[in-house]
């Protein structure tokens, strides 16, 4: 019997171990998960990218532009209507900058749109030498012109990485 009521509590901790998950976004309500959530699609979109581009992962072109549309899907205004003005609630990262610098932000985000746009269209063409010839652009050069009709999945993948990064250095809070 000890056996049995032993085996029973061990099952549900584990069921409710299991059908709890654990996230960072624990607390965060309303328009702050909204906005965390989609965060984490695009995420889960770049590192998928990411483990190609770098060689840990075979390269498929097909999953690179679907991976861009996901993220052009989530960006420009997409994901800027997700920050109305104030919105710092529990477990949001964003710092109060997004409204001191909002056209900056919406920049960054408008480049998010196009850069992935442009990504998924030249999804087929790779650099020869797997991506370390070509230099990233810096931020605001590639804000200030139009993408080249020769940039190749590489070049605009780092691009994309840059927008990335810039906006979070700038518009998220450093993780703890």
């Known amino acids: 019997m000890n056996k049995l009521i032993t085996s029973f509590f061990t099952a549900l901790a584990i069921g409710i171990t299991v059908a709890t998950p654990v996230s960072a976004h624990q607390g965060a309500t309303g328009i702050v998960k909204e ?16 483990a190609m581009f770098k060689g840990k992962t075979a390269y498929d072109a097909e999953a ?19 920050f109305p003005e104030g919105s710092l609630q529990h477990a949001s990262e964003a710092k109060p900058e997004i409204w001191q610098k909002w056209d900056k932000f919406e920049l960054l985000s408008a480049e998010l749109k196009r850069i992935s746009e442009a990504l998924e269209r030249a999804a087929d063409s790779r650099e ?3 991506g370390d010839a070509a230099m990233s652009m810096t931020m605001d050069t590639a804000m200030m012109t139009e993408t080249a009709a020769g940039d190749t999945a590489d070049s605009l993948f780092r691009e994309l990485a840059d927008t990335c990064s810039s906006c979070h250095t700038t518009f998220r809070k450093k993780k703890k």
């Open 35 to 50: 906005r965390m959530d989609q965060m984490d699609i695009m995420k889960k979109s770049m590192k998928s990218m990411s």
């Open 64 to 82: 690179v532009r679907q991976h861009s549309r996901t993220i052009a899907k989530h960006s420009d205004t997409t994901l800027t209507k997700l």
């Open 128 to 130: 020869s030498d797997g």
